[in-house]
């Protein structure tokens, strides 16, 4: 039987959201249900965009998060940043790693990013996010997707995914269209994360 150290897990989330609130728009926030812009080349290349990804890194280094997309730092566009890191595996310890299917993921750009299912049977586990803080619940994800897209110089990057990698994807292409893990949970799950332990 598939193991998950759950406590482990959402303490991965907590830590991850030991930032400032004004650094990532919290659920409410308009930008967070629209439906994200292309980016063109002439875009990619400019001052103020470069500075829009700077700031997501910055984000990711003190998060430690798995994924960041532009709406949550207020910025409509189709951009989104994923990382498995060995840091964050080997503080979920190895049974939880291998049942989560997570392996390392190198911190990867996708700027209009272009999703494609590859296995569609269903994997079910619990997901946090930087603009539903402190909460999360369990959310059903295909097993294996496909995504393409360009990186912050513009060239074309893809990448095939299974298990947690996976997730990820999906979990940040969601925010590009305008949804959140709420819309996709099951409904009965969501808990505040540090109610979780004391069940």
Same mark, same amino acid.
């Given at each position: 039987?598939?193991?998950?150290?759950?406590?482990?897990?959402?303490?991965?989330?907590?830590?991850?959201?030991?930032?400032?609130?004004?650094?990532?728009?919290?659920?409410?926030?308009?930008? *967070?249900?629209?439906?994200?812009?292309?980016?063109?080349?002439?875009?990619?290349?400019?001052?103020?965009?470069?500075?829009?990804?700077?700031?997501?890194?910055? &984000? *990711?280094?003190?998060?430690?998060?798995?994924?960041?997309?532009?709406?949550?730092?207020?910025?409509?566009?189709?951009?989104?940043?994923?990382?498995?890191?060995?840091?964050?595996?080997?503080?979920?310890?190895?049974?939880?790693?291998a049942?989560?299917?997570?392996?390392?993921?190198k911190?990867? &750009?996708?700027?209009?990013?272009?999703?494609?299912?590859?296995?569609?049977?269903?994997?079910?586990?619990?997901?946090?996010? *930087?603009?539903?803080?402190?909460?999360?619940?369990?959310?059903?994800?295909?097993?294996?997707?496909?995504?393409?897209?360009?990186d912050?110089?513009?060239?074309?990057?893809?990448?095939?995914?299974?298990g947690?990698?996976?997730?990820?994807?999906?979990?940040?292409?969601?925010?590009?269209?305008?949804? *959140?893990?709420?819309?996709?949970?099951?409904?009965?799950?969501?808990?505040?994360?540090?109610?979780?332990?004391?069940?």
């Amino acid at each position: 039987e598939a193991f998950v150290n759950m406590s482990r897990l959402l303490q991965l989330y907590r830590r991850s959201q030991l930032l400032k609130k004004s650094s990532v728009v919290q659920a409410g926030h308009v930008v *967070l249900r629209q439906v994200t812009e292309p980016v063109d080349s002439q875009t990619i290349q400019s001052e103020q965009f470069q500075s829009t990804l700077t700031k997501m890194h910055k &984000i *990711l280094d003190e998060t430690e998060h798995h994924g960041l997309s532009a709406p949550q730092i207020g910025v409509p566009f189709q951009v989104m940043i994923v990382q498995i890191t060995r840091s964050q595996m080997r503080d979920l310890g190895k049974r939880t790693v291998a049942a989560l299917q997570m392996s390392e993921l190198k911190r990867q &750009i996708f700027i209009n990013p272009k999703l494609s299912v590859i296995d569609s049977s269903v994997v079910i586990e619990r997901e946090g996010c *930087l603009s539903v803080l402190n909460h999360s619940a369990a959310v059903p994800r295909a097993r294996e997707v496909y995504v393409s897209g360009l990186d912050e110089n513009g060239n074309e990057v893809e990448l095939r995914a299974r298990g947690w990698a996976a997730r990820i994807l999906q979990h940040e292409i969601d925010h590009l269209n305008g949804l *959140l893990f709420v819309d996709k949970m099951k409904s009965r799950t969501f808990a505040n994360d540090d109610w979780i332990d004391k069940r």
